[in-house]
């Protein structure tokens, strides 16, 4: 099991390089971008309820889901006070997007801006004076991708504990959702940089860093449950996916919410978009056999975790 969050990571690390090269690389629409994300976030939404949440009461029980809540206020705080989990593309002058007034909020343009909108809220054309700065987007997103990193981790964990001999729906499901997600958090803190006028170099350097907090978060969290007894860690498993299941809702409503009005004209290629990542995490919740659930832990069950645990297997 060690060896495949080695290489779950490598493919995460990976994959956030090379979105934080779109910028360079392609020019994003804002219907496309909002395509992809849509997407995404039907990819998180169905990762927290298909696989985070039911193995986070499996293991634990119906108040572990307490700690969903959590993880949805805390990572709602740090957005609110660094805003830092908006995306968007350049504006492009030949694209469809709304410009009749009963298209849009009175008083606001798309939402999502960080690209060419100077803040969260603002108009794809930047209507508003301060830009938010890179830093505090580089924070924000280093701090959920820790969280991520637990998120993989434990469910990780957990599925070590159903199925020794291999790697469970629920780190399947956290796995595809990181993954789908990455690139637009990386095209995110590329854009800011390059619209800050920093060198190209360091963008990809900041980038590469904000990457490595997915096995930072993973390593973190193993070393955390090898240090816990057994009952204590299987606990703390539990809680650990509860809570990160309340960031994977956070993000994806993040992503999903502001735009929610701002698109009649494509309205049913988005909701078709946010369905088939929803649908991706229902089919990979039926990879689990039948009989994994049936030796599911009980919460008062000691079950090893942690890295000489997955080591051993």
């Not at 930047?126 to 993989?152: D, E, I, P, Q």
Request: proline share 6%; charged share 10%; hydrophobic share 50%.
């Amino acid at each position: 099991m060690t060896t495949t969050l080695v290489l779950f990571s490598i493919a995460i690390v990976g994959v956030s390089v090379l979105g934080g090269l779109l910028p360079l690389a392609t020019v994003l629409t804002h219907t496309r971008l909002q395509g992809y994300l849509s997407f995404s976030a039907g990819a998180m939404l169905g990762a927290a309820f298909f696989h985070m949440m039911p193995e986070a009461v499996r293991m634990g029980s119906a108040q572990t889901l307490n700690w969903a809540a959590f993880g949805l206020l805390a990572l709602f705080f740090l957005e609110r006070f660094f805003a830092f989990h908006h995306h968007e593309a350049p504006a492009d002058p030949t694209e469809p997007c709304p410009t009749h007034a009963h298209e849009h909020s009175p008083g606001r343009g798309h939402s999502a801006g960080l690209v060419d909108s100077a803040a969260p809220g603002g108009s794809a054309s930047g209507t508003k004076g301060t830009s938010l700065h890179w830093g505090a987007a580089a924070f924000g997103l280093a701090a959920h991708s820790l969280a991520g990193g637990v998120a993989l981790a434990s469910a990780s964990v957990i599925a070590k504990g159903q199925q020794p001999s291999g790697v469970g729906a629920a780190a399947w499901g956290v796995f595809l959702a990181t993954i789908i997600h990455k690139p637009a958090d990386a095209l995110t803190i590329v854009s800011l940089m390059l619209r800050a006028g920093a060198p190209r170099m360091l963008a990809h350097l900041v980038n590469l860093g904000f990457a490595l907090m997915i096995p930072l978060g993973v390593g973190i969290f193993l070393l955390g449950m090898d240090k816990m007894e057994p009952d204590s860690a299987a606990s703390a498993t539990a809680a650990a996916l509860a809570f990160s299941a309340g960031t994977f809702l956070c993000i994806a409503l993040s992503d999903l919410l502001p735009e929610l009005q701002f698109h009649e004209h494509d309205r049913v290629f988005l909701s078709l978009a946010l369905l088939a990542g929803f649908a991706l995490m229902g089919l990979t919740s039926m990879w689990e056999p039948s009989d994994a659930h049936d030796h599911a832990p009980h919460p008062h069950t000691a079950v090893p975790v942690g890295a000489a645990a997955l080591e051993r297997g």
